[in-house]
Protein backbone atom coordinates (compact mmCIF):
# COMPACT_ATOMS: atom_id res chain seq x y z
CA UNK A 1 0.00 0.00 0.00
CA UNK A 2 2.91 2.52 0.61
CA UNK A 3 4.11 1.95 -2.54
CA UNK A 4 0.98 2.75 -4.37
CA UNK A 5 0.46 6.33 -2.00
CA UNK A 6 3.77 7.39 -3.05
CA UNK A 7 3.07 6.70 -6.39
CA UNK A 8 0.25 9.58 -6.20
CA UNK A 9 3.64 11.92 -5.24
CA UNK A 10 5.27 14.42 -7.59
CA UNK A 11 8.50 13.16 -8.91
CA UNK A 12 10.35 15.56 -7.09
CA UNK A 13 9.25 14.33 -4.11
CA UNK A 14 9.63 10.64 -4.40
CA UNK A 15 13.29 11.27 -5.17
CA UNK A 16 13.37 13.41 -1.91
CA UNK A 17 11.92 11.17 0.29
CA UNK A 18 14.40 8.13 -1.29
CA UNK A 19 17.45 10.37 -0.43
CA UNK A 20 15.70 11.56 2.83
CA UNK A 21 15.53 7.96 3.78
CA UNK A 22 18.59 6.50 2.86
CA UNK A 23 20.52 9.35 4.49
CA UNK A 24 18.21 8.16 7.71
CA UNK A 25 19.96 4.16 7.21
CA UNK A 26 23.22 5.88 7.93
CA UNK A 27 22.33 8.00 10.76
CA UNK A 28 22.12 11.01 9.55
CA UNK A 29 18.08 11.80 11.22
CA UNK A 30 16.08 9.65 12.59
CA UNK A 31 12.58 9.44 14.32
CA UNK A 32 14.10 9.22 17.21
CA UNK A 33 15.15 12.35 17.75
CA UNK A 34 12.02 13.91 19.24
CA UNK A 35 13.68 16.79 21.04
CA UNK A 36 15.03 17.94 17.89
CA UNK A 37 14.73 21.76 18.29
CA UNK A 38 12.27 24.40 16.18
CA UNK A 39 15.83 25.93 14.34
CA UNK A 40 16.62 22.33 13.18
CA UNK A 41 13.40 21.78 11.20
CA UNK A 42 13.40 25.01 9.50
CA UNK A 43 16.60 23.96 8.43
CA UNK A 44 15.14 20.21 7.26
CA UNK A 45 12.23 22.48 5.25
CA UNK A 46 14.73 24.84 3.83
CA UNK A 47 17.00 21.87 2.79
CA UNK A 48 13.91 20.04 1.38
CA UNK A 49 12.85 23.34 -0.39
CA UNK A 50 15.94 23.42 -1.77
CA UNK A 51 16.27 20.30 -3.21
CA UNK A 52 13.04 20.44 -4.83
CA UNK A 53 14.34 23.34 -6.99
CA UNK A 54 17.20 21.81 -8.00
CA UNK A 55 14.90 19.08 -9.67
CA UNK A 56 12.55 20.60 -10.94
CA UNK A 57 15.66 23.19 -12.67
CA UNK A 58 17.23 20.12 -13.86
CA UNK A 59 14.07 18.49 -15.32
CA UNK A 60 13.25 21.64 -16.92
CA UNK A 61 17.03 21.81 -18.39
CA UNK A 62 16.30 18.54 -19.85
CA UNK A 63 12.96 18.85 -21.15
CA UNK A 64 14.28 21.84 -23.19
CA UNK A 65 17.61 20.56 -24.64
CA UNK A 66 15.69 17.12 -25.84
CA UNK A 67 12.83 19.73 -27.29
CA UNK A 68 15.55 21.80 -29.00
CA UNK A 69 17.04 18.85 -30.13
CA UNK A 70 13.89 17.29 -31.36
CA UNK A 71 13.62 20.46 -33.60
CA UNK A 72 16.83 20.67 -35.16
CA UNK A 73 15.96 16.49 -36.11
CA UNK A 74 12.86 17.86 -37.60
CA UNK A 75 14.52 21.07 -39.49
CA UNK A 76 17.48 18.79 -41.19
CA UNK A 77 14.90 15.67 -41.84
CA UNK A 78 12.47 18.57 -43.71
CA UNK A 79 15.35 19.77 -45.81
CA UNK A 80 16.80 16.94 -46.90
CA UNK A 81 14.11 13.59 -46.14
CA UNK A 82 16.50 11.57 -45.29
CA UNK A 83 15.68 8.76 -42.70
CA UNK A 84 15.42 9.69 -39.17
CA UNK A 85 18.34 7.41 -37.77
CA UNK A 86 21.08 8.64 -40.34
CA UNK A 87 19.71 12.49 -39.64
CA UNK A 88 20.36 12.18 -35.72
CA UNK A 89 23.70 10.68 -36.22
CA UNK A 90 24.84 13.45 -38.79
CA UNK A 91 23.85 16.00 -35.73
CA UNK A 92 25.15 14.37 -32.89
CA UNK A 93 28.57 13.73 -35.01
CA UNK A 94 28.49 17.72 -35.63
CA UNK A 95 27.67 18.57 -31.76
CA UNK A 96 24.14 19.81 -32.87
CA UNK A 97 25.10 22.19 -35.82
CA UNK A 98 22.51 21.97 -38.41
CA UNK A 99 24.89 23.58 -40.98
CA UNK A 100 27.73 21.06 -40.53
CA UNK A 101 25.17 18.04 -40.39
CA UNK A 102 23.60 18.87 -43.95
CA UNK A 103 26.97 19.16 -45.29
CA UNK A 104 27.87 15.34 -43.29
CA UNK A 105 24.58 14.18 -44.38
CA UNK A 106 25.40 14.97 -47.76
CA UNK A 107 28.51 13.45 -48.38
CA UNK A 108 27.52 10.54 -46.20
CA UNK A 109 24.63 10.03 -48.26
CA UNK A 110 26.62 10.44 -51.63
CA UNK A 111 28.68 7.20 -50.86
CA UNK A 112 25.91 4.73 -49.20
CA UNK A 113 24.07 5.75 -53.11
CA UNK A 114 27.35 4.46 -54.48
CA UNK A 115 27.03 1.58 -52.33
CA UNK A 116 23.72 0.83 -53.59
CA UNK A 117 24.11 1.29 -57.37
CA UNK A 118 24.75 -2.24 -57.84
CA UNK A 119 21.15 -3.17 -56.74
CA UNK A 120 18.60 -4.22 -59.38
CA UNK A 121 16.18 -0.98 -59.95
CA UNK A 122 12.50 -2.38 -61.84
CA UNK A 123 10.22 0.27 -60.26
CA UNK A 124 9.98 3.86 -61.68
CA UNK A 125 8.20 6.55 -63.74
CA UNK A 126 8.33 7.19 -67.48
CA UNK A 127 8.60 11.20 -68.21
CA UNK A 128 7.42 13.59 -70.80
CA UNK A 129 8.17 16.79 -71.95
CA UNK A 130 6.73 18.38 -75.10
CA UNK A 131 7.60 21.20 -77.21
CA UNK A 132 5.97 22.40 -80.81
CA UNK A 133 6.68 19.30 -82.96
CA UNK A 134 8.69 17.95 -80.76
CA UNK A 135 8.75 15.34 -77.28
CA UNK A 136 10.63 13.54 -75.41
CA UNK A 137 10.37 10.27 -73.36
CA UNK A 138 12.63 9.44 -70.40
CA UNK A 139 12.53 6.27 -68.09
CA UNK A 140 13.90 6.58 -64.40
CA UNK A 141 14.37 3.89 -62.06
CA UNK A 142 14.35 2.96 -58.90
CA UNK A 143 13.76 0.17 -56.34
CA UNK A 144 10.34 0.18 -54.85
CA UNK A 145 7.14 1.57 -56.18
CA UNK A 146 7.04 4.14 -52.51
CA UNK A 147 9.90 5.85 -54.18
CA UNK A 148 8.73 6.32 -57.37
CA UNK A 149 5.59 8.13 -56.07
CA UNK A 150 7.73 10.52 -53.90
CA UNK A 151 7.44 14.02 -55.08
CA UNK A 152 11.37 15.01 -55.25
CA UNK A 153 11.97 11.53 -57.39
CA UNK A 154 9.22 12.66 -59.50
CA UNK A 155 10.25 15.91 -59.84
CA UNK A 156 13.62 14.78 -61.13
CA UNK A 157 11.89 12.49 -63.71
CA UNK A 158 10.43 15.73 -65.19
CA UNK A 159 13.25 17.97 -65.21
CA UNK A 160 15.44 14.94 -66.81
CA UNK A 161 12.90 14.72 -69.79
CA UNK A 162 12.73 18.61 -70.50
CA UNK A 163 16.63 18.25 -70.83
CA UNK A 164 16.48 15.87 -73.11
CA UNK A 165 14.10 18.17 -75.71
CA UNK A 166 17.70 19.57 -76.75
CA UNK A 167 19.24 15.90 -76.87
CA UNK A 168 20.40 15.29 -80.78
CA UNK A 169 22.34 13.13 -82.73
CA UNK A 170 22.41 13.02 -86.45
CA UNK A 171 22.70 9.14 -86.59
CA UNK A 172 19.35 8.19 -86.43
CA UNK A 173 17.67 4.79 -87.56
CA UNK A 174 14.31 6.09 -88.11
CA UNK A 175 13.83 9.59 -89.32
CA UNK A 176 13.28 12.18 -86.58
CA UNK A 177 13.27 9.44 -83.82
CA UNK A 178 16.39 9.23 -81.87
CA UNK A 179 16.77 6.80 -78.96
CA UNK A 180 19.79 7.20 -76.55
CA UNK A 181 21.39 5.92 -73.28
CA UNK A 182 21.93 7.25 -69.79
CA UNK A 183 25.29 8.56 -71.51
CA UNK A 184 24.06 11.13 -73.11
CA UNK A 185 22.83 13.18 -70.33
CA UNK A 186 25.11 12.32 -67.41
CA UNK A 187 27.29 15.47 -68.08
CA UNK A 188 24.81 17.92 -69.03
CA UNK A 189 24.40 20.81 -66.66
CA UNK A 190 20.70 20.68 -64.88
CA UNK A 191 19.21 23.48 -62.87
CA UNK A 192 17.30 22.51 -60.42
CA UNK A 193 14.41 24.71 -58.42
CA UNK A 194 13.34 22.52 -55.80
CA UNK A 195 12.41 23.22 -52.00
CA UNK A 196 14.89 19.94 -51.45
CA UNK A 197 16.68 19.85 -54.28
CA UNK A 198 18.27 23.21 -56.18
CA UNK A 199 20.82 24.40 -57.42
CA UNK A 200 23.20 24.40 -60.48
CA UNK A 201 24.30 20.52 -61.03
CA UNK A 202 24.99 17.91 -63.69
CA UNK A 203 22.52 15.21 -64.55
CA UNK A 204 24.85 12.48 -62.92
CA UNK A 205 24.78 14.30 -59.07
CA UNK A 206 21.33 15.06 -59.29
CA UNK A 207 20.41 11.07 -59.59
CA UNK A 208 23.09 10.15 -57.04
CA UNK A 209 21.93 13.31 -54.75
CA UNK A 210 18.14 12.08 -54.76
CA UNK A 211 19.47 8.25 -54.46
CA UNK A 212 21.37 9.65 -51.04
CA UNK A 213 17.94 10.69 -50.11
CA UNK A 214 15.82 8.14 -50.60
CA UNK A 215 18.13 5.29 -49.76
CA UNK A 216 17.72 3.67 -52.90
CA UNK A 217 19.52 2.51 -56.23
CA UNK A 218 18.27 5.24 -58.29
CA UNK A 219 19.49 5.43 -62.30
CA UNK A 220 18.34 7.18 -65.80
CA UNK A 221 18.14 4.07 -67.79
CA UNK A 222 17.10 5.34 -71.65
CA UNK A 223 15.11 7.82 -73.13
CA UNK A 224 13.95 8.85 -77.05
CA UNK A 225 13.29 12.13 -78.94
CA UNK A 226 10.65 11.98 -81.35
CA UNK A 227 10.33 15.26 -84.25
CA UNK A 228 8.00 15.91 -86.88
CA UNK A 229 8.32 18.33 -89.50
CA UNK A 230 6.59 21.78 -89.81
CA UNK A 231 3.59 20.23 -91.94
CA UNK A 232 3.06 17.96 -88.92
CA UNK A 233 2.75 17.28 -85.49
CA UNK A 234 3.33 14.65 -82.17
CA UNK A 235 1.66 13.13 -80.22
CA UNK A 236 1.79 11.04 -76.86
CA UNK A 237 -0.42 9.38 -74.13
CA UNK A 238 0.59 8.36 -71.03
CA UNK A 239 -0.89 5.31 -69.25
CA UNK A 240 -1.44 5.20 -64.90
CA UNK A 241 -0.30 8.46 -64.70
CA UNK A 242 -0.27 10.28 -60.83
CA UNK A 243 0.29 14.05 -62.50
CA UNK A 244 0.89 15.83 -66.02
CA UNK A 245 3.64 14.44 -67.12
CA UNK A 246 4.40 11.31 -65.66
CA UNK A 247 3.22 7.38 -66.29
CA UNK A 248 4.15 4.37 -66.48
CA UNK A 249 3.31 3.51 -69.77
CA UNK A 250 3.99 5.88 -72.65
CA UNK A 251 3.56 6.19 -76.68
CA UNK A 252 4.21 8.84 -79.01
CA UNK A 253 3.84 9.09 -82.73
CA UNK A 254 4.22 11.55 -85.27
CA UNK A 255 1.61 12.75 -87.53
CA UNK A 256 1.68 14.62 -90.96
CA UNK A 257 -0.06 16.39 -93.56
CA UNK A 258 0.88 16.98 -97.05
CA UNK A 259 -0.29 20.43 -96.91
CA UNK A 260 -0.43 23.36 -93.93
CA UNK A 261 -2.21 22.59 -90.88
CA UNK A 262 -5.51 24.19 -90.78
CA UNK A 263 -6.57 22.20 -87.57
CA UNK A 264 -4.12 21.63 -85.55
CA UNK A 265 -6.35 20.64 -82.58
CA UNK A 266 -8.45 17.73 -84.40
CA UNK A 267 -5.17 16.81 -85.69
CA UNK A 268 -3.64 16.53 -81.97
CA UNK A 269 -6.98 14.65 -80.82
CA UNK A 270 -6.48 11.74 -83.47
CA UNK A 271 -2.55 11.51 -82.71
CA UNK A 272 -3.61 10.85 -78.91
CA UNK A 273 -6.36 8.86 -79.45
CA UNK A 274 -3.69 6.76 -81.52
CA UNK A 275 -1.05 6.85 -79.14
CA UNK A 276 -3.39 5.22 -76.65
CA UNK A 277 -4.53 2.42 -79.13
CA UNK A 278 -0.40 1.76 -79.61
CA UNK A 279 -0.19 1.72 -75.90
CA UNK A 280 -3.20 -0.90 -75.40
CA UNK A 281 -1.67 -3.34 -78.48
CA UNK A 282 1.77 -3.62 -77.17
CA UNK A 283 3.53 -3.39 -80.44
CA UNK A 284 7.32 -4.92 -80.68
CA UNK A 285 8.77 -3.05 -83.09
CA UNK A 286 7.73 0.52 -84.93
CA UNK A 287 7.89 0.00 -88.64
CA UNK A 288 7.83 -3.18 -90.75
CA UNK A 289 11.66 -2.46 -91.77
CA UNK A 290 12.74 -3.34 -87.92
CA UNK A 291 11.04 -6.94 -87.72
CA UNK A 292 13.36 -9.41 -88.08
CA UNK A 293 13.25 -12.51 -89.90
CA UNK A 294 12.58 -14.68 -86.85
CA UNK A 295 9.88 -13.32 -85.71
CA UNK A 296 8.40 -13.19 -89.76
CA UNK A 297 8.95 -17.06 -89.63
CA UNK A 298 7.62 -17.85 -86.05
CA UNK A 299 4.33 -15.89 -86.76
CA UNK A 300 4.20 -18.04 -90.50
CA UNK A 301 4.26 -21.22 -88.77
CA UNK A 302 1.64 -19.70 -86.09
CA UNK A 303 -0.96 -19.28 -88.71
CA UNK A 304 -0.12 -22.22 -90.86
CA UNK A 305 -0.78 -24.66 -87.73
CA UNK A 306 -4.07 -22.38 -87.15
CA UNK A 307 -5.10 -22.98 -90.94
CA UNK A 308 -4.59 -27.04 -90.27
CA UNK A 309 -7.00 -27.31 -87.57
Given at each position: ?58 F ?24 I????A?L ?16 R ?5 M ?8 E ?20 T ?6 E ?5 A??L??K ?18 P ?7 L ?13 Q ?42 GRI ?13 Q ?16 A ?6 TK ?21
Amino acid sequence: MAFFRNAKQPLGILLYNTRLSTCSRHGYSTWATKGTSFAQSTDTKASKTAYLYWVSRRFNSQAASSAEQMSLIKQLRERTSAPIKDVKASLVDCNWDIEAAQKELRKRGKVLAMKKSSRTATEGLLALAQLEGKAAVIELNCETDFVARNEIFEYLALALAKKALFVQNSSQQIPGVFSFGPECLEDLKLNLDHPKISGETTIQNAVTEVAAMMGENIKLRRGVVMSTSSHGVVSAYLHRCPQPGLGRIAGILSLEVENEISQLDALQKVGSELAMHIVAAKPLFLTKELVTSDVLNNEREILKSQQRR
